[in-house]
């Protein structure tokens, strides 16, 4: 599987399946033997635009059948995807697509207003694609001429080492977004082996899909881990907590896939849709941390077990995840899956001993090639082979990872260190109000917060994460959730 480019793997596939369903998208089935048809039409019509081995296409849209098959069009041209946060206002797109050297862009017709705003931002594109309704745009192309182009797909001689498979751009939260170069071996690699951990059945699974495509965690787990496999996804286009079980239950999802946020949220459902959970086989957590007290709850509420795991961008992104049917250790983020290695290492790159908190590197095919057009931060980020997630954590003798917080997250008090993890772990078990007299028992006298703000909500990225560098703008301070019997949410 490593040898072969991602387009390669699906063409098997599709010749072995062709008539198995490969996405449900609100009740429209899209076949192998379709998905394999519509994409490579997707790459004669790029590749009769001018698009060639090498390039990079953006790709700004929902989850759908959409999406999926302009990824894989993008691919079978030969190109790389730049998949857009759909969160990001003109301007930030436009910084994205012009540092990527973008030469187009495939775009959902419902983000009409905000290409308008792009148009003369990114002066690089030389073509945009509208998924449906064209209104009275003349000067972009239509996505029904490109799912129907009668042209063959190019034969593309793929370098899976070195070919680009797609550019994600990082939050940028301490500065200017970063794109991870990720190869096709380096995304092959990755879905090899988190297939294994996570024991995906081939052909069978049902994998419920709501967490935003373009970012790594579900293009990687929840698109192209199930569809390389045979198994069918189920893609949402918001996290919805009405259509959310709908989906669950008529599909039959065997696979469900969240950040904490999400998981706190499907904590207030009532209790009669708990029942459309049923078939689930498990349910993986990643993204944040998850406290242990949502992990508690959800398990007595629905009855599934929340495997956490963990892996940043860089790392395709799937690096570690608790043992599926074996020990899981609550508040860790498991073992490294196969074929990946993950240390804890000092500010020097010396390997410390387990117990002791230090930085968290992985080394394995599944790390990115490094960052686009950005040398020195390529140097930096690596210890030699060994990638440099940021994270602070520490290994215990069982080889179980744990996450303590983000490096650029850690607060010095008089020259002691004060990690917000181990904080919010305490806030989570006990109502707010009397945060401080609660912190006061469990932890030590510098790690008491001095000031505690209510809020009516947090700001969250696309993937559910909490912005805590936007926090500390605003002058705030870290999250805690109380997750009373009436459902309010109140956070400090």
């Known amino acids: 599987m490593f040898d072969q480019a991602l387009p390669e793997i699906l063409a098997d596939v599709a010749a072995r399946h062709a008539d198995l369903t490969a996405i449900n998208f609100q009740k429209r089935a899209t076949t192998y033997k379709d998905l394999d048809t519509a994409s490579g039409r997707v790459a004669a019509w790029l590749a009769a635009r001018g698009i060639r081995q090498g390039d990079r296409v953006g790709l700004y849209c929902i989850n759908s059948d959409f999406f999926v098959q302009a990824y894989f069009g993008i691919l079978k041209a030969g190109a790389a995807v730049v998949p857009v946060n759909l969160l990001l206002n003109p301007r930030e797109i436009a910084f994205i697509l012009n540092d990527a050297g973008a030469r187009g862009l495939i775009y959902f017709s419902g983000f009409a207003a905000a290409v308008d705003?792009?148009?003369?931002?990114?002066?690089?594109?030389?073509?945009?694609?509208?998924?449906?309704?064209?209104?009275?745009?003349?000067d972009d192309h239509d996505w029904q001429a490109a799912v129907t182009c009668t042209a063959p797909p190019p034969a593309i001689n793929f370098q899976p080492t070195e070919d680009l498979a797609a550019i994600l751009y990082t939050s940028g939260t301490t500065g200017r977004p970063k794109g991870?170069?990720?190869?096709?071996?380096?995304?092959?690699?990755?879905?090899?082996?988190?297939?294994?951990?996570?024991?995906?059945?081939?052909?069978?699974?049902?994998?419920?899909?709501?967490?935003?495509?373009?970012?790594?965690?579900?293009?990687?787990?929840?698109?192209?881990?199930?569809?390389?496999?045979?198994?069918?996804?189920?893609?949402?286009?918001?996290?919805?907590?009405?259509?959310?079980?709908?989906?669950?239950?008529r599909e039959q999802a065997t696979l469900f896939m969240a950040v904490p946020s999400m998981y706190v949220a499907l904590l207030h459902l009532p209790d009669h849709l708990t029942k459309a959970f049923a078939s689930l086989r498990y349910c993986i957590s990643g993204g944040a941390a998850l406290p242990v007290a949502v992990m508690e709850q959800f398990e007595a509420k629905f009855g599934k077990l929340i495997y956490e795991g963990d892996g940043p961008t860089e790392c395709s992104p799937v690096t570690c995840v608790n043992p599926i049917g074996g020990l899981r250790k609550p508040g860790t983020v498991g073992r490294p899956v196969p074929d990946v290695e993950m240390r804890i290492m000092d500010e020097q790159g010396a390997v410390l001993p387990q117990d002791t908190i230090g930085e968290i590197c992985v080394r394995g095919p599944n790390v990115m090639r490094g960052y686009w057009n950005l040398p020195e931060d390529t140097k930096n980020a690596f210890f030699g082979e060994w990638f440099r997630t940021g994270d602070l954590g520490q290994v215990d003798a069982d080889g179980y990872f744990s996450i303590v917080d983000r490096k650029k997250d850690m607060i010095i008090i008089n020259g002691m260190n004060i990690y917000p993890r181990i904080i919010e772990e305490q806030l989570m078990r006990h109502p707010v109000r009397e945060a401080r007299n609660h912190c006061r028992e469990s932890l030590g006298r510098h790690e008491i917060p001095r000031k505690?703000?209510?809020?009516?909500?947090?700001?969250?990225?696309?993937?559910?994460?909490?912005?805590?560098?936007?926090?500390?703008?605003?002058?705030?301070?870290?999250?805690?959730?109380?997750?009373t019997p009436a459902g309010r949410k109140t956070n400090i």
């Open 117 to 138: 705003i792009l148009r003369p931002l990114a002066p690089g594109l030389e073509f945009r694609l509208r998924i449906g309704d064209q209104e009275h745009r003349t």
């Open 180 to 249: 991870a170069m990720l190869t096709h071996r380096n995304l092959a690699a990755n879905v090899h082996s988190a297939a294994r951990a996570l024991q995906i059945e081939p052909d069978r699974e049902r994998v419920l899909v709501v967490l935003p495509m373009f970012h790594a965690f579900a293009a990687t787990a929840g698109m192209l881990l199930p569809l390389l496999h045979g198994c069918r996804i189920i893609p949402l286009p918001r996290f919805d907590l009405e259509e959310l079980p709908a989906a669950m239950a």
């Open 452 to 483: 505690v703000i209510f809020l009516p909500d947090l700001p969250k990225n696309a993937a559910g994460k909490i912005m805590k560098r936007e926090l500390q703008r605003q002058g705030e301070i870290e999250r805690g959730v109380d997750l």
